[in-house]
């Protein structure tokens, strides 16, 4: 079995470190995983909740699922990702997708497909929104982990009251093959 080391999701104090992204390259078999929404794997990050259920480890690197809990005020500027295509299952809520020149609007059960390379980002329509997100390949749930403290409770955190720190999300984010406008 080929592996590279490991890494666990760094601290805020750490965060601004290089973060080695680490995924098993060859196993001799997979092996089935349940995975429920808890607290100790649970992160907070700028007015959301973010639970990894899948990781890179988990897939072989081919994808990770994170189950994410959005507040209005919570959004990400427009940015593109050049490592992997995310696909978005709306549990609850409604988000408006902007994605190049189109918008899509979605509501529970509907799904939408940004593939990397695409400009885009969204805005709730709800107060409230929870989303499964796929990310293909693996590795974006690190970028979480890089800007995100361990929750401390399974609810939204409050927004940041200063608003987020655009300069330290865009160092975090070159690493990761994602620019914002």
């Not at 060859?26 to 089935?32: A, I």
Request: aromatic share 8%; glycine share 6%.
């Amino acid at each position: 079995m080929q592996t590279v080391a490991a890494t666990a999701f760094p601290t805020p104090a750490t965060a601004q470190e290089p973060i080695e992204i680490v995924e098993t390259t060859l196993m001799p078999s997979r092996q089935p995983r349940l995975r429920r929404r808890c607290l100790e794997s649970s992160l907070w990050h700028e007015g959301s909740l973010v639970t990894p259920l899948v990781t890179g480890a988990d897939s072989l690197g081919e994808f990770a699922l994170l189950d994410v809990c959005l507040q209005r005020g919570c959004e990400l500027p427009a940015h593109t990702h050049r490592r992997e295509d995310e696909t978005y299952v709306v549990l609850e809520g409604r988000l408006r997708f902007y994605v190049d020149n189109e918008e899509l609007l979605a509501g529970p059960g509907d799904t939408v497909h940004l593939p990397r390379n695409r400009r885009h980002w969204y805005r709730l329509e709800s107060d409230y929104a929870r989303v499964l997100l796929h990310v293909a390949p693996a590795g974006l749930e690190h970028f979480y982990g890089a800007l995100s403290e361990p929750a401390r409770a399974l609810i939204v955190p409050p927004l940041p009251p200063e608003g987020p720190d655009v300069a330290r999300l865009a160092t975090v984010a070159a690493r990761f093959g994602i620019t914002f406008d």
